[in-house]
């Protein structure tokens, strides 16, 4: 390589450098102080971006930017190094029917303990020592608040919470109202509950069948991108015109092209459903106090 090109590669990897520092920067937990959280911050929680997660990409980009001196390369890189492993990864929707399946599981076992005459808090806390794996740690949790006097329909708000699904808003708002109500039939509500989650499992298990195709397709997109790619670094002559800055402008058409066909096979690929309902109540930092009787004269 010529100096002027080892120079330009040198000023490309400091400047990824320091776009990595500045994005792990924004990624980093905020500060413990009173008040809502800056935008910002909320974008990257809605987004998912972790200061480890954001840190890998952007040292992607400036690896990238190193290796082929494009700045827009070097910028499509991180938004890649975010999103490609979330899209072909099948983690989250295994993890989801798991988790699923396990509340099918306790809402059946919960329903069998009190077909047994124990009471609604009685038996949330017989049922948790048999909760499955994956929501071993919520019903753990419920169960722990209800023995320490938490009122139910704080705890299972917050067990809502835990569950974060849109499932566990179903059984933790039909236990709510059996708290409430304290009246018969919350077994076969439980029992109409599990079965319905069951046939809930059952059709995801379908759909996460009919998706992987798209994942597929995905895949060899992804592949053949990385490879013409290469192929670009390795033959200088053939990638010369991209180091203009007319050819930036082209190369980021390209990626932009690229990452639109992308997101939209990824949204193919996707089932909407019900959003969260149920959440926990704010807590009040102290009880009003109670009206005292005027004094009579």
Same mark, same amino acid.
């Given at each position: 390589?010529?100096?002027?090109?080892?120079?330009?590669?040198?000023?490309?990897?400091?400047?990824?450098?320091?776009?990595?520092?500045?994005?792990?920067?924004?990624?980093?937990?905020?500060? &413990?102080?009173?008040?809502?959280?800056?935008?910002?911050?909320?974008?990257l929680a809605r987004w998912?971006?972790?200061?480890?997660?954001?840190?890998?990409?952007?040292?992607?980009?400036?690896?990238?930017?190193?290796?082929? %001196?494009?700045?827009?390369?070097?910028?499509?890189?991180?938004?890649?190094?975010? &999103?490609?492993?979330?899209?072909?990864?099948?983690?989250?929707?295994?993890?989801?029917?798991?988790?699923?399946?396990?509340?099918?599981?306790?809402?059946?076992?919960?329903?069998?303990?009190?077909?047994?005459?124990?009471?609604?808090?009685?038996?949330?806390? &017989?049922?948790?020592? $048999?909760?499955?794996?994956?929501?071993?740690?919520?019903?753990? %949790?419920?169960?722990?608040?209800?023995? %320490?006097?938490?009122?139910?329909?704080?705890?299972?708000?917050?067990? $809502?919470?835990?569950?974060?699904?849109?499932?566990?808003?179903?059984?933790?708002?039909?236990?709510?109202?059996?708290?409430?109500?304290? %009246?018969?039939?919350?077994?076969?509500?439980?029992?109409?509950?599990?079965?319905?989650?069951?046939?809930?499992?059952?059709?995801?298990?379908?759909?996460?069948?009919e998706r992987a195709s *798209?994942?597929?397709?995905?895949?060899?997109?992804?592949?053949?991108?990385?490879?013409?790619?290469?192929?670009?670094?390795?033959?200088?002559?053939?990638?010369?015109?991209?180091?203009?800055?007319?050819?930036?402008?082209?190369?980021?058409?390209?990626?932009?092209? *690229?990452?639109?066909?992308? *997101?939209?096979?990824?949204?193919?690929?996707?089932?909407?459903?019900?959003?969260?309902?149920?959440?926990?109540?704010?807590?009040?930092?102290s009880v009003l106090p109670?009206?005292?009787?005027?004094?009579?004269?």
């Amino acid at each position: 390589m010529t100096p002027e090109a080892l120079a330009g590669a040198a000023a490309g990897a400091l400047a990824g450098a320091g776009l990595a520092c500045l994005i792990a920067s924004f990624a980093l937990p905020p500060a &413990t102080v009173p008040g809502p959280p800056p935008r910002w911050r909320t974008l990257l929680a809605r987004w998912r971006i972790t200061p480890r997660n954001a840190a890998l990409a952007a040292a992607a980009g400036a690896a990238v930017l190193g290796i082929t %001196g494009w700045p827009v390369a070097g910028l499509a890189a991180i938004p890649a190094a975010i &999103t490609l492993p979330r899209i072909l990864t099948r983690r989250p929707a295994r993890a989801r029917i798991a988790r699923l399946e396990a509340l099918e599981s306790w809402t059946r076992r919960l329903a069998d303990v009190l077909a047994a005459s124990l009471g609604l808090e009685e038996a949330i806390i &017989t049922s948790a020592a $048999a909760a499955p794996p994956p929501v071993r740690p919520a019903v753990a %949790g419920l169960a722990t608040a209800l023995r %320490g006097r938490v009122p139910a329909g704080d705890a299972l708000r917050r067990f $809502a919470d835990e569950i974060d699904d849109p499932v566990g808003d179903l059984i933790a708002t039909a236990l709510l109202l059996a708290a409430d109500r304290r %009246g018969p039939g919350v077994r076969a509500v439980l029992t109409e509950l599990a079965a319905d989650v069951a046939k809930d499992v059952t059709a995801r298990r379908e759909a996460e069948a009919e998706r992987a195709s *798209y994942r597929t397709a995905l895949a060899w997109i992804v592949a053949f991108v990385v490879g013409y790619t290469a192929y670009l670094v390795l033959r200088p002559s053939y990638s010369a015109p991209f180091g203009t800055p007319l050819g930036q402008a082209v190369l980021a058409v390209v990626a932009a092209c *690229y990452g639109g066909g992308l *997101y939209w096979l990824h949204r193919l690929s996707l089932i909407s459903g019900p959003s969260r309902f149920l959440h926990a109540r704010p807590r009040r930092d102290s009880v009003l106090p109670e009206p005292q009787p005027a004094r009579q004269p």
